[in-house]
């Protein structure tokens, strides 16, 4: 069974970390792209447990992305392919925090990285209506 209100949670929650994702792109003055990929990285997994949730299945605490779509996949509902993309974000989740042998990595376009993130929120908020 669907946990509309605990997905909603969730989800209200994702948002709050693609408000920050928008704050720092605006702010010329952030140059911490870790921290960036972190919060996108958050509002991904977050968004991707409230998918789970209007489904109705249980989701594992963690943070890798691959395992969460894999979940929601499992359930043969539309899973654009576009949003495996977001695949890459999970090492923003623990590798590159913990990991100071793996902190040379690209610069993220933010710009292009928010757009994806907040279509992926819209998509997950779209099923809640639908």
């Given at each position: 069974m669907s946990d509309l209100e605990n997905a909603r949670s969730i989800l209200q929650v994702a948002k709050r970390d693609l408000k920050n994702l928008k704050d720092m792109a605006e702010n010329p003055g952030f140059m911490d792209d870790f921290a960036y990929g972190f919060f996108a990285q958050q509002a991904v997994e977050k968004a991707s447990k409230a998918w789970?949730?209007?489904?109705?299945?249980?989701?594992?605490?963690?943070?890798?992305?691959?395992?969460?779509?894999?979940?929601?996949?499992?359930?043969?509902?539309?899973?654009?392919?576009?949003?495996?993309?977001?695949?890459?974000?999970?090492?923003?989740?623990?590798?590159?925090?913990?990991?100071s042998g793996t902190l040379l990595i690209e610069e993220i376009n933010r710009a292009e990285v928010y757009h994806n993130v907040e279509a992926f929120l819209r998509h997950v908020e779209s099923l809640m209506t639908g």
């Open positions: 789970l949730s209007l489904l109705g299945v249980d989701y594992p605490k963690t943070h890798k992305l691959d395992l969460l779509f894999r979940l929601i996949q499992k359930q043969n509902v539309n899973f654009p392919q576009a949003f495996l993309g977001f695949l890459y974000l999970t090492n923003f989740a623990v590798e590159f925090r913990y990991d």
